[in-house]
């Protein structure tokens, strides 16, 4: 089995800006990349729900960088794990790691 890539929402910078949110789905692994800005949450909780998911069920969380346009919506999943370049971070615990190698699920490294 392949790990599965949803579009939760599409991107954009004009006026206005928000990030592309997607979902990556590794078996029951659920994963969130960054999950910025958009007009209201619904725009990440609905299609999420949508895919038979809660906020609830996302394991983990990855920021590509940490603009506000990419992380602002991080707290939508209380119990997951966030990932960055250089760390992960899971309630009060920061661990420095890099990102190179590291694996979030067997097919999500």
């Not at 999950?35 to 069920?57: F, Y």
């Not at 209380?78 to 250089?86: C, I, S």
Request: glycine share 8%; hydrophobic share 40%; aromatic share 8%.
């Amino acid at each position: 089995m392949t790990a599965e890539l949803d579009v939760l929402s599409v991107g954009y910078a004009d006026e206005r800006v928000a990030s592309t949110v997607v979902l990556i789905r590794d078996g029951s692994h659920a994963v969130v990349v960054d999950p910025g800005m958009v007009s209201h949450r619904g725009k990440i909780l609905d299609p999420l729900e949508a895919l038979g998911l809660q906020a609830s069920d996302v394991r983990d969380v990855v920021f590509s960088h940490h603009h506000p346009d990419h992380t602002l919506n991080a707290a939508l999943f209380e119990r997951a794990r966030f990932h960055d370049f250089w760390a992960v971070y899971e309630g009060d615990t920061w661990t420095d790691r890099p990102a190179d190698g590291f694996e979030v699920s067997p097919r999500c490294g």
